[in-house]
């Protein structure tokens, strides 16, 4: 009996998994297998909603396995140490797992390859499970990489993405390979009161159901505050319970300027993942300097904690911050409004509102956050790094009638129509009575403060 480990990571699903499918054609019997890394704990990327949503997917991966003869193994611990322990238990020759993308999957690929390699064991590392296109298969003349989106996406475009295939029907998995149990989400202390539902049948259905519903519209209406219009599935493709690769070919199969758009924001995620692959020093480091000497973190603590809470006086800001608090997501267009009051309004390091972010957000990772965040500071990869969304603008073009900032701000409701962006021109008793702090600082001044610094004035 051949026996070969599968390692679960960022993939947590059957459908069009290439690792499970190779092991599954090369050996008689796998492990599939996942670790709870303590180090990515130890580096505090361990957050509440997204351990809650993880178990989500542990169990409904191990439900989809057990459906098909199988059942998901789980440890904890060192990840090398583990899997090397699985194959010393199991007598497996090889591993597979799905390539990564920041310096710690790459670490992570490195050290297992040696590990096992020292032992007569063999790596696979698989391309095209989550990314359609691997980092680093397209790049331009004289670079490693693309540092602008629009000619990436154009030669993305044109890239032959590989066929998606299904699960697999049946799943041997060898008697002996202890397993942890699996977690459940009401475990986890400290999650999101609306946090989604996790898992693979979930994520299958919704993007079904969006296909069916949404898909279409998204050209026109995926900035649209109020209308929830997105797909919602940014978690799903962070925890790889969705394929990207079939995201892209179904979007296609159903055409139009919707799924074009739709297609289009794939990119943009796996534009981030080949900067991150590129420049891992990019989660941390200023893509390309500004030489910004933002605020202390003392000295503008007052209003980092206005922002995080939600109170800072501006109503589209703080309606999208709660909404983070509440739901551990956040509608894009409010990402960017909220990542730029602080950057660029506030002066505040961009490290700052990434860290929360991250805290929070269940589709939180390192490629798309760190750089969402650095483009929105102006030190990443916008041709524009100058440019400053005004927030009250933002909002009356995207929540023309107020009801996204009265479906999170309450003390606002009463206020009808667009005056809701606007609560400062109120005045004497209207204004008193609402329990709704002043702005925290005037975008007039935050700006010319934004331009002092950067040294455009």
Known sequence: MTVAVVLFT????????????????????????????????????????RRAFLADCLRDLDTGLRERGGRLVIRSGDVVAEVCRIVSETGAGDVHLAAGASAY??????????????????????????????????????SDHFAVFTPYFRRWSGERVRDAFGAPRAVRVPDGPGSQDVPVRTAVPGVSAGLAEGGEQEARKRFTAWRRHGLAAYEDRHDDLPGDAT?????????????????IHRAREAGGAGADAFVRQLCWREFHHQVLAARPAAARL??????????????????????????????????AM????????????GRLLTA????????????????????????????????????????????????????????????????????????LAALAGPAVHEPWKLRGAERARLEYPAPVVELADGLARFKQARGLE
Not at 302 to 310: H, M, S
Not at 322 to 333: D, F, I, S, V, Y
Not at 347 to 352: G, I, L, M, N
């Open 10 to 49: 960022a993939d947590l699903r059957l459908h069009d998994h290439p690792p499970l499918r190779a092991a599954l054609a090369s050996s008689d019997e796998i492990v599939p297998l996942f670790v709870h890394d303590t180090g990515i704990d130890a580096a505090g990327f361990g957050a509440p909603n």
């Open 105 to 142: 999957a790459r670490r992570r690929e490195e050290r297992l390859r040696r590990a096992l390699e020292s032992g007569g064991g063999r790596l696979h590392v698989h391309d095209g499970v989550v990314t359609a296109v691997a980092p680093g298969a397209v790049t331009p003349a004289g």
């Open 231 to 247: 797909s919602r599935l940014s978690p799903h493709l962070h925890f790889g319970t969705l394929s990207p690769v079939e995201l």
């Open 286 to 319: 200023d893509y390309r300097t500004r030489h910004d000497h933002w605020r202390s973190e003392a000295g503008a603590a007052e209003d980092i904690e206005a922002w995080r809470q939600g109170r800072t006086g501006y109503p589209v800001v703080d309606a």
């Open 322 to 333: 709660r909404q983070l608090r509440h739901e551990g997501w956040m509608h894009n267009r």
């Open 340 to 411: 730029g009051f602080l950057t660029k309004t506030l002066y505040v390091d961009w490290r700052v509102g990434a860290r929360h972010f991250l805290d929070l957000l269940v589709d939180g990772d390192v490629a798309n956050n760190q750089l969402n965040w650095q483009w929105m500071a102006g030190t990443g990869t916008d041709s524009r790094p100058n440019r400053v969304l005004n927030p009250v603008l933002q909002a009356k073009r995207y929540d023309p009638d107020g009801d996204y900032v009265r479906r999170w701000v309450p003390e």
